[in-house]
């Protein structure tokens, strides 16, 4: 057993993801997420799929990249 980094249970199913040389354990994707995915710098969400990186800044969608940088209207798209 390990426990969570986040929560810090101990449990019996806890997994590591290793990442960027480091070695994270939870015992969830919800701890896992937390800790771990990056959050939309505009609506401050998680970023659970792609994201969209404008110069080294990151949002979940073209829709918030767009609101946050007038220039992004010209490098991002959302698929209709």
Same mark, same amino acid.
């Given at each position: 057993? /390990?426990? &969570? $980094?986040? &929560? =810090? ?6 997994? $590591? +993801? *290793?990442?960027?040389?480091? +070695? ?5 994707? $919800? &701890? /896992? ?7 939309? $710098? *505009? ?5 659970? =799929? *792609? =994201? +969209?990186d404008v110069d080294g800044?990151w949002y979940c969608c073209? *829709? &918030? /990249?767009? /609101? ?13």
């Amino acid at each position: 057993m /390990a426990a &969570c $980094e986040v &929560c =810090g249970n101990d449990y019996a199913m806890s997994f $590591e +993801v *290793h990442a960027q040389g480091a +070695v994270h354990t939870f015992d969830s994707f $919800e &701890c /896992a997420i937390t800790r771990m995915a990056p959050i939309c $710098e *505009h609506c401050q969400c998680r970023i659970l =799929g *792609h =994201g +969209v990186d404008v110069d080294g800044h990151w949002y979940c969608c073209a *829709h &918030c /990249a767009r /609101a946050s940088q007038p220039r992004a209207a010209d490098l991002v798209a959302d698929r209709a």
